[in-house]
């Protein structure tokens, strides 16, 4: 049985193969172009955006892991084969981004972006910023990665709301659902942090009308994807002085354009996708016990559900 891998290049390889050698001995591990691959012994697919129409050339395929939390990369396939996918949560992933929340509310929430300016000026200036316990961050998602950064953020003191499709309770973060309670949870939050799953619902979702809603003064954080925030908008937003400052990790397209106005702006932080990006060891692990889990009795770990989309 083959372990299909497209994750990191394909000078990645020798590395898989060490791991999987260890974690899944009983499977042949092969690159995804290796055209010596026998398609029906083909059981598993450890993929990043796969070249759509491929994942149905293989007969015999049993699961397919997601490489990425996020499965936007996989299942815009037309062809994609009636196949579950396990999607990417290894618990280094959630570490990972819930130190990207903390790291990125705290630059926010204690204006960094302007000593980095006023540094840049040699202006010695104090900004006035006030303590977490009075400063709202709301958390658009709170799925696999949205939970852990909001009880984080939680914990560390700020007050913290989240928003969800379906809503749910949670100890000390007041919590919205749907889109009806969005200008209520938008209206309460000072730094917004998104890490919603990106579904034609939630694309274009911080466009002019949301940035609107949030108070004067507000940030907006985007370590989701690019597609869930219209950037013409948020540039205007952050023009105008209605948006403080952004930091984003994601964008429409990848590398982010050398002519993006956004490398530029003096009040946009850039980072390149490096939210939450697990080593490979981290990865591997989690590939391994997403085929043992499925192995044993069919379970699909972190399932993507193809009727909500995510
Ligand atoms: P997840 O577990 O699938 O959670 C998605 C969250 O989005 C859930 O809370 C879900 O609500 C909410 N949601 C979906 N549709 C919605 C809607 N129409 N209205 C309101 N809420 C909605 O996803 P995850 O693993 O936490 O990943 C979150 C995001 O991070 C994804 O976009 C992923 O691609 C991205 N990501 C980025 C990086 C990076 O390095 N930048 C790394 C990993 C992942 P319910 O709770 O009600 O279902
Ligand atoms: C990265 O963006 C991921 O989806 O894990």
Redesign the pocket.
Known sequence: MILLVKSGGESSLPEWRVLFATLLPELEVRWWNDPEVRAEEVAYAFVWAPEPGRLARYPNLRLVVSS???V?HIVGDPALPCVPIA???APE?VAR?RE?ALATVLFHHRKLHRFVANQRARIWREEETTEAARRSVGV????????PAALALRDVGFRVRG??????EVEGIETF???DSLPAFLGGTEILLC?????P??AGIICARSLAMLPAGASVIN???GSHVVVTDLLAALDSGHIEAATL??FDVEPLPEDSPLWTHPKVLVTP?????PDRAARARFVAAAIRAFEADGTVL?RYDPA???
């Open positions: 990425g939390a996020g936007d999607k990417m949560a992933a981004m990207y658009m998602g709170l799925g696999t990665l949205g939970l928003w969800s499709r379906t809503g749910r659902s749907g889109r890490l919603l799953a990106a579904t619902e939630t370590a989701a994807r990790d994601v996708h490096v939210a939450s990006l972190n909500r989309g995510y």
